[in-house]
């Protein structure tokens, strides 16, 4: 039986807002321990929340992003468990009356637009930050003790919760890449997984091909990346397989995934359900955002990164275009292609050696940019590496790079070819056993030899014809 | 000499004004008296030596924050707890000038008719030491009533201010919700906590008001009062239309003493040229109680979760943190709090919070409709403020639904957010019995008015007799 998965994000993205959602405290990572906190955030009594309005206002900004309903009537609501980094013993959040609701995300595929579903987007306060000490794995288990940092408790969440619409974990990489662009692009979070600025669970469940059933899920945690979690839920889905496949059935359970080892471990099942007994925040009024004000928040909307995918695409393709897009290099790109350069040659230079040189885009010359892309098979490698790596120097001019040309004298590079290649025996017969891939092992062994002087697509023409001869 | 038994804080303030009289003066006067009576009487938690202001002292219930005084709310839970801030009611009395005379005992989390469920042992009426002065906050009404203080703050969940005022024979304003901050307020429930001042006059009632009412921009649920306080003159009910709710005759839970000194009001405000009518309340008087314990300790079990001994108030030491607040949570409340909590645990459990918490909101949307329909065509509803008068400590202590029962008539009107004003309107047996009137929302000016000329014709002396 073939198997198609069934997969479902819940996505928290930090608001960067100014000042915690509830109280005055200011928003920040990296501030001495306990030295953004007060009254309100630390839970003392009597104290009270009062909405930030900024956090409500970019909730229903990223909705309507995400083509959500924005309700007319949201209400807090308080949701209960007791744990040392919620110091009120609970946490504010929405629940059956949410700000955002019934939303999509176009997903640009080769096979046209994929809809991804989104159930809701709401708006909530973060808890503490507790660490560990001591014992195994930072776990509260064992641990010798445990210290709370409340710097973080109060910072705005949104959560975004996708319908069951995805079925693949490139698909959910590809969704969440271009979610953490939309909220970059909004201006409302840094979306910074290492800080933990966007932290993602998935549901998982699989199902027989072509079947609409909804089976039994389980929740991955503690992915800090979007290839872990890309990995993560592909060891779900094949494990979920494996039970099905051996008759077993898979049981509703929670798991950490470890990237090291790429395993799942089952968090220890509690005998209870939760029952985080939500009712309705009495000390919070309803949100009720006036219609101007929703529409002047939908008139600041940019052109969203799913339609500029979409529009790149007819003049690039789809992969390119999405990576450009998704990585905010779309606009460097346009004004490079505007400067004269080849829109396939400029997507690969922005793409790959633009972004590996880690320069500063917002620096960058596309004019001189241009032309660099122009020479690039021209001039030397290390001359044209040197250029791109100064790219966002201040005053940065690609004329002295331009007058430099890379070695395209076959005579002069035949002899280094066949030196490379006698070196290299067992990668010789590999190619010749047809593992074409060793192309570039041995171009990049001619340019060593080189000093990346000589010209890579001469090079790769000898390496080639030499091998096939 | 100054006879804190008598003067007002109206008449303290003309004092100071014509300096007559020191502030200095008038907070050690009132320490003085604190000093012969409070060992018995037990009002205070906590006094403060020195004046914190240059005007006339006041009382604070202990639910109250007070920057570097401690606040316990009555429990063991807060012992050693001293606040960081101060509420927003407490900055308003210092803004006002006001000095802070101390802290009054209250029910633990105001969790009480009686007093008898603080932490700190109970407080005693000073009309006869043998009975409670109700709760609760019976501190500040005992100290008001006894001379300790010429007013005080309480809060007022489901008639802890109109309730032990009644009991004391002073006057008490529950006022609309909203009009009051609850920042820094140690919270009961949420939705039915209101601060409101207790004294010996009207007037005093409606001064204080106007010092602690009004938009606060810490408290989202206030609002800004639509008009300015006006300080009541005048001894006349004519024009005024008040409704006796007809299920008051049929309740069996109203003493006779009490009925007798109910129904002598209502001919007093008869021969006032009041017009008395009849309003009909009763999905009020039969679900008001049930609808109560529902919403009340539903919010009482989330606003108590955070007693967890992490960051202040009591801790009691354990190997692990889920042992230590399992310790502390059960060292630090008494029965009553615990009681409220695992009734508002279950109440809002999943799968039982339509047919309780859900079910109790939309009764309540049904008492502030009832409420509404019943104040069209009258200017108040006039009800006694307690079905009995002072009972003897211990009477009702082991039987919580008999305490229960002392808010059946101020319930129903808190749970509609209306203001309820309580004035003493005569004796029963040599105890005082409170007169309920319950206003529309931001109706509290009409209820000066009306409470004020009720006074000036009932003129009940609210000294107790064994102090005059």
């Keep these: 039986m073939s198997w198609e998965p069934v997969i479902g994000l819940e996505v928290h993205v930090h608001l960067k807002t100014r000042t915690k959602v509830f109280c005055r405290c200011p928003v920040g990572f990296g501030a001495g321990e306990n030295t953004q906190t007060c009254p309100v955030c630390l839970g003392f009594p009597g104290a009270l929340p009062v909405i930030n309005r900024r956090a409500v206002e970019w909730t229903i900004k990223l909705g309507l992003a995400?083509?959500?309903?924005?309700?007319?009537?949201?209400?807090?609501?308080?949701?209960?468990?007791?744990?040392?980094?919620?110091?009120?013993?609970?946490?504010?959040?929405?629940?059956?009356?949410?700000?955002?609701?019934?939303?999509?995300?176009?997903?640009p595929t080769a096979e046209g637009d994929r809809v991804i579903g989104i159930v809701r987007a709401h708006l909530e306060e973060d808890a503490a930050k507790t660490i560990h000490v001591g014992g195994r794995s930072g776990r509260i288990g064992g641990a010798d003790y445990s210290l709370i940092d409340f710097n973080r408790g109060g910072t705005p969440l949104v959560e975004i919760v996708t319908a069951p619409d995805i079925r693949s974990a490139d698909e959910a990489r590809r969704f969440l890449q271009l979610l953490r662009q939309t909220v970059v692009e909004l201006g409302i979070s840094d979306a910074?997984?290492?800080?933990?600025?966007?932290?993602?669970?998935?549901?998982?469940?699989?199902?027989?091909?072509?079947?609409d059933e909804l089976r039994t899920r389980t929740e991955i945690k503690n992915m800090n990346s979007f290839n872990f979690i890309a990995r993560g839920i592909e060891a779900e889905v094949e494990r979920q397989i494996g039970v099905w496949d051996s008759g077993d059935e898979v049981r509703q359970q929670?798991?950490?995934?470890?990237?090291?080892?790429?395993?799942?471990?089952?968090?220890?099942?509690?005998?209870?359900?939760?029952?985080?007994?939500?009712?309705?925040?009495?000390?919070?009024?309803?949100?009720?955002?006036?219609?101007?004000?929703?529409?002047?928040?939908?008139?600041?909307?940019?052109?969203?990164?799913?339609?500029?995918?979409?529009?790149?695409?007819?003049?690039?393709?789809?992969?390119?275009?999405?990576?450009?897009?998704?990585?905010?290099?779309?606009?460097?790109?346009?004004?490079?292609?505007?400067?004269?350069?080849?829109?396939?040659?400029?997507?690969?230079?922005i793409a790959n050696a633009l972004v590996g040189a880690g320069v500063d885009l917002g620096a960058v010359s596309p004019a001189e940019?241009?032309?660099?892309?122009?020479?690039?098979?021209?001039?030397?490698?290390?001359?044209?590496?040197?250029?791109?790596?100064?790219?966002?120097?201040?005053?940065?001019?690609?004329?002295?790079?331009?007058?430099?040309?890379?070695?395209?004298?076959?005579?002069?590079?035949?002899?280094?070819?066949?030196?490379?290649?006698?070196?290299?025996?067992?990668?010789?017969?590999?190619?010749?056993?047809g593992k074409q891939g060793l192309l570039g092992f041995f171009v990049g062994q001619v340019m060593k030899e080189t000093d990346g002087k000589a010209n890579p697509r001469v090079v790769s023409e000898l390496v080639r014809s030499r091998l096939e001869a | 000499m100054i006879d804190t038994l008598r003067l007002t804080a109206e008449g303290a303030m003309g004092l100071l004004e014509r300096g007559e009289l020191?502030?200095?003066?008038?907070?050690?006067?009132?320490?003085?008296?604190?000093?012969?009576?409070?060992?018995?009487?037990h009002c205070y938690l906590r006094t403060s030596e020195e004046p914190s202001g240059d005007g006339i002292p006041i009382a604070l219930k202990d639910v109250i924050s007070t920057k570097g005084i401690e606040t316990t709310a009555g429990s063991r839970i807060l012992s050693g707890y001293t606040p960081v801030f101060d509420a927003t009611v407490a900055a308003r009395v210092k803004g006002a000038g006001l000095s802070?005379?101390?802290?009054?005992?209250?029910?633990?989390?105001?969790?009480?008719?009686?007093?008898?469920?603080?932490?700190?042992?109970?407080?005693?009426?000073?009309?006869?030491?043998?009975?409670?002065p109700g709760g609760s906050g019976g501190g500040t009404a005992a100290a008001v009533s006894a001379g300790l203080a010429p007013w005080g703050l309480g809060s007022d969940t489901g008639g802890s201010i109109k309730q032990p005022s009644a009991l004391c024979g002073n006057v008490g304003l529950r006022p609309t919700y909203g009009t009051v901050s609850r920042y820094g307020v140690v919270a009961f429930a949420s939705s039915l906590d209101q601060v409101g001042p207790v004294a010996r006059t009207v007037r005093d009632v409606a001064l204080l008001y106007s010092i602690v009412a009004g938009r606060d921009p810490l408290d989202s649920t206030t609002a800004e009062l639509p008009e300015a306080v006006q300080l009541p003159e005048g001894d006349s009910l004519a024009g005024v239309r008040l409704a006796v709710p007809k299920q008051v005759?049929?309740?069996?839970?109203?003493?006779?003493?009490?009925?007798?000194?109910?129904?002598?009001?209502?001919?007093?405000?008869?021969?006032?040229?009041?017009?008395?009518?009849?309003?009909?309340?009763?999905?009020?008087?039969?679900y008001g109680m049930p609808c109560y314990y529902l919403v009340a300790p539903a919010e009482a079990s989330s606003n108590l979760a955070r007693y967890d001994g992490v960051r202040y108030g009591l801790r009691t030491p354990a190997s692990a943190y889920d042992e230590m607040v399992e310790e502390t949570r059960d060292d630090g409340f008494g029965p009553e709090p615990k009681r409220r909590i695992m009734l508002g645990t279950y109440a809002l459990s999943a799968g039982y919070y339509d047919a309780y918490y859900g079910q109790a909101q939309r009764v309540r949307t049904l008492l502030i409709r009832e409420h509404r329909d019943a104040l069209e065509g009258f200017d108040a509803i006039v009800t006694p403020t307690s079905?009995?008068?002072?009972?003897?400590?211990?009477?009702?202590?082991?039987?919580?639904?008999?305490?229960?029962?002392?808010?059946?008539?101020?319930?129903?009107?808190?749970?509609?957010?209306?203001?309820?004003?309580?004035?003493?309107?005569?004796?029963?047996d040599g105890l005082p019995v409170g007169l309920q009137l319950i206003g529309r929302q931001f109706g509290e000016n009409g209820l000066f008015r009306i409470g004020h000329a009720f006074e000036q014709a009932i003129g009940f002396d609210t000294v107790p007799e064994r102090l005059r």
Aim: hydrophobic share 40%; aromatic share 6%.
């Design chain 2, 249 to 286: 005759g049929d309740l069996d839970a109203i003493e006779p003493g009490v009925r007798a000194a109910f129904e002598a009001s209502l001919e007093r405000a008869r021969d006032l040229s009041a017009e008395v009518g009849e309003c009909d309340l009763p999905l009020s008087y039969r």
């Design chain 2, 100 to 132: 802070l005379l101390g802290k009054t005992n209250t029910d633990e989390f105001a969790m009480g008719s009686s007093t008898e469920n603080s932490a700190w042992g109970p407080s005693r009426n000073p009309w006869d030491p043998a009975r409670v």
């Design chain 2, 22 to 41: 020191s502030a200095g003066e008038l907070h050690a006067a009132y320490l003085g008296a604190i000093a012969e009576l409070d060992g018995e009487l």
């Design chain 1, 192 to 211: 910074e997984m290492e800080k933990g600025a966007l932290r993602v669970d998935a549901n998982v469940s699989v199902r027989p091909t072509g079947s």
């Design chain 1, 369 to 433: 940019l241009a032309k660099l892309v122009g020479a690039r098979d021209r001039i030397p490698r290390t001359a044209f590496d040197e250029a791109i790596a100064k790219l966002g120097d201040p005053g940065f001019s690609a004329e002295p790079y331009l007058t430099q040309e890379a070695v395209a004298d076959s005579a002069e590079l035949e002899p280094i070819v066949a030196r490379v290649l006698e070196a290299n025996p067992g990668q010789v017969e590999a190619f010749r056993n």
């Design chain 2, 387 to 428: 079905p009995t008068v002072a009972f003897p400590i211990g009477d009702k202590a082991a039987d919580p639904l008999a305490m229960y029962a002392c808010d059946l008539l101020t319930i129903p009107s808190c749970l509609a957010g209306l203001p309820g004003l309580s004035i003493p309107c005569g004796l029963s």
């Design chain 1, 66 to 107: 995400l083509g959500c309903e924005i309700a007319q009537h949201a209400v807090f609501a308080r949701k209960h468990y007791p744990y040392p980094d919620l110091p009120k013993g609970y946490q504010i959040s929405q629940y059956d009356l949410p700000s955002c609701i019934n939303g999509k995300m176009l997903l």
């Design chain 1, 254 to 349: 929670t798991y950490d995934f470890d990237a090291a080892t790429g395993t799942l471990t089952a968090r220890r099942s509690k005998e209870e359900a939760d029952d985080y007994r939500y009712f309705p925040e009495p000390d919070l009024v309803p949100v009720e955002p006036p219609a101007d004000l929703v529409e002047a928040l939908c008139a600041e909307l940019p052109e969203l990164p799913a339609e500029r995918i979409r529009r790149l695409e007819a003049a690039l393709d789809l992969d390119r275009a999405t990576v450009l897009v998704t990585g905010g290099l779309d606009r460097l790109w346009g004004e490079t292609v505007a400067a004269g350069a080849d829109r396939t040659a400029a997507a690969n230079v």
